[in-house]
């Protein structure tokens, strides 16, 4: 059979079994199944000095209670209005000013908030509340009740990160509004540090579902402490500098069952070894300034970021990635990775010099 009959009779074929429904899988299988990760995620910066004016704006024109939640999406320039910073992942920086309430509702995504700057605001998650300072972590687990506000006079912005796209790939996002802006305090600030944090845990307690940590909030000055000791006392890691992931103190594992957090440190003059992973990362710049090097393939051009204070980039998956600092930076990072590790699929690469 000639090539161009051949074609014909595949062409006849697909039209006639289209009403069924029915499409070949040889004509697509290589992009269903790649020899290696192909991210339509793009490598981006957000720096800080340029985007704070729209958030102080966006706090002039609504409130924070009008909005629910009044927060300006970190959008992937190459997922355009898919309200994504990753595929898997949704970012956004959020603003809470003075005296302000953004309303107690739950939903089944997962959130983390990781505060830029400002302190003194505060969140309350599941009737206890945690005063927000820079560089805190602080976790609001699937399903649970929680609430933010400001009682100080200035503004307060944090970093939000939530598995809303996983959510929507699996159908399974549900969200419920409390009947009171404000939900009931019923502990006292510090109890589930108290109870979860310093290496001890209640003799009979009985944890939520979800394989959230039963901590909520974890500051910055204690994990700041651990860095400081490693870069006192412990070998550079070549690729990472000193880099360290939070955990959930009941299991070890991680905080939350669908992104990992992680906090390192680049100490002065780091120039760095490239790395690729399959989980891709949002990155927070908490001190000092540095850069990175991110090129999507091996014969694909190097995007390089010069990052500061404060500035937010992404590095897709499976992106060639470097990290370099002069002066030394601090940078909180978080991915998919736990929810890549379940599925044992997460590959990771050290890629020499």
């Given at each position: 059979?000639?090539?161009s009959s051949n074609s014909s009779e595949r062409k006849r074929l697909y039209d006639d079994m289209?009403?069924?429904?029915?499409?070949?899988?040889?004509?697509?299988?290589?992009?269903?199944?790649?020899?290696?990760?192909?991210?339509?995620?793009?490598?981006?910066?957000?720096?800080?000095?340029?985007?704070?004016?729209?958030?102080?704006?966006?706090?002039?024109?609504?409130?924070?209670?009008?909005?629910?939640?009044?927060?300006?999406?970190?959008?992937?320039?190459?997922?355009?209005?898919?309200?994504?910073?990753?595929?898997?992942?949704?970012?956004?920086?959020?603003?809470?000013?003075?005296?302000?309430?953004?309303?107690?509702?739950?939903?089944?995504?997962?959130?983390?908030?990781?505060?830029?700057?400002?302190?003194?605001?505060?969140?309350?998650?599941?009737?206890?509340?945690?005063?927000?300072?820079?560089?805190?972590?602080?976790?609001?687990?699937?399903?649970?009740?929680?609430?933010?506000?400001?009682?100080?006079?200035?503004?307060?912005?944090?970093?939000?990160?939530?598995?809303?796209?996983?959510?929507?790939?699996?159908?399974?996002?549900?969200?419920?509004?409390?009947?009171?802006?404000?939900?009931?305090?019923?502990?006292?600030?510090?109890?589930?540090?108290?109870?979860?944090?310093?290496?001890?845990?209640?003799?009979?307690?009985?944890?939520?579902?979800?394989?959230?940590?039963?901590?909520?909030?974890?500051?910055?000055?204690?994990?700041?402490?651990?860095?400081?000791?490693?870069?006192?006392?412990?070998?550079?890691?070549?690729?990472?500098?000193?880099?360290?992931?939070?955990?959930?103190?009941?299991?070890?594992?991680?905080?939350?069952?669908?992104?990992?957090?992680?906090?390192?440190?680049?100490?002065?003059?780091?120039?760095?070894?490239?790395?690729?992973?399959?989980?891709?990362?949002?990155?927070?710049?908490?001190?000092?300034?540095?850069?990175?090097?991110?090129?999507?393939?091996?014969?694909?051009?190097?995007?390089?970021?010069?990052?500061?204070?404060?500035?937010?980039?992404?590095?897709?998956?499976?992106?060639?990635?470097?990290?370099?600092?002069?002066?030394?930076?601090?940078?909180?990072?978080?991915?998919?990775?736990?929810?890549?590790?379940?599925?044992?699929?997460?590959?990771?690469?050290?890629?020499?010099?």
């Open positions: 059979m000639s090539s289209a009403p069924l429904h029915l499409t070949p899988l040889w004509e697509v299988l290589h992009a269903l199944v790649p020899p290696q990760p192909t991210s339509k995620a793009q490598a981006a910066l957000w720096r800080y000095d340029e985007l704070r004016p729209y958030l102080l704006r966006s706090g002039e024109v609504i409130s924070a209670e009008e909005a629910v939640r009044r927060v300006l999406i970190l959008e992937n320039p190459g997922l355009t209005g898919q309200s994504r910073i990753t595929p898997s992942l949704y970012a956004g920086l959020q603003l809470i000013l003075p005296g302000e309430i953004a309303p107690s509702h739950r939903h089944t995504q997962t959130a983390l908030r990781f505060v830029v700057e400002g302190q003194g605001a505060y969140t309350a998650v599941e009737g206890e509340r945690a005063t927000m300072s820079e560089g805190d972590f602080i976790i609001t687990p699937n399903w649970g009740w929680h609430d933010h506000g400001s009682d100080v006079a200035e503004p307060v912005v944090w970093l939000d990160g939530l598995d809303i796209p996983m959510l929507q790939f699996f159908e399974a996002g549900f969200a419920e509004n409390g009947d009171a802006s404000r939900q009931a305090v019923v502990h006292a600030e510090g109890r589930s540090e108290a109870r979860w944090g310093h290496n001890l845990a209640p003799l009979r307690e009985t944890l939520r579902d979800g394989n959230a940590s039963p901590i909520f909030s974890y500051p910055y000055s204690r994990s700041r402490e651990s860095l400081d000791y490693l870069e006192r006392h412990e070998p550079l890691d070549l690729w990472d500098g000193f880099k360290l992931r939070y955990i959930n103190p009941a299991t070890g594992g991680w905080p939350m069952p669908t992104m990992g957090t992680f906090l390192q440190r680049l100490p002065r003059g780091f120039d760095g070894a490239p790395w690729r992973q399959t989980d891709g990362a949002v990155f927070s710049v908490v001190e000092g300034s540095g850069e990175v090097e991110i090129k999507a393939g091996e014969n694909q051009p190097i995007t390089n970021f010069k990052f500061g204070h404060r500035d937010h980039f992404v590095i897709p998956s499976w992106h060639q990635a470097r990290l370099k600092s002069e002066t030394g930076c601090v940078l909180f990072s978080f991915s998919d990775r736990p929810a890549q590790q379940a599925l044992s699929i997460h590959r990771e690469e050290r890629l020499s010099a």
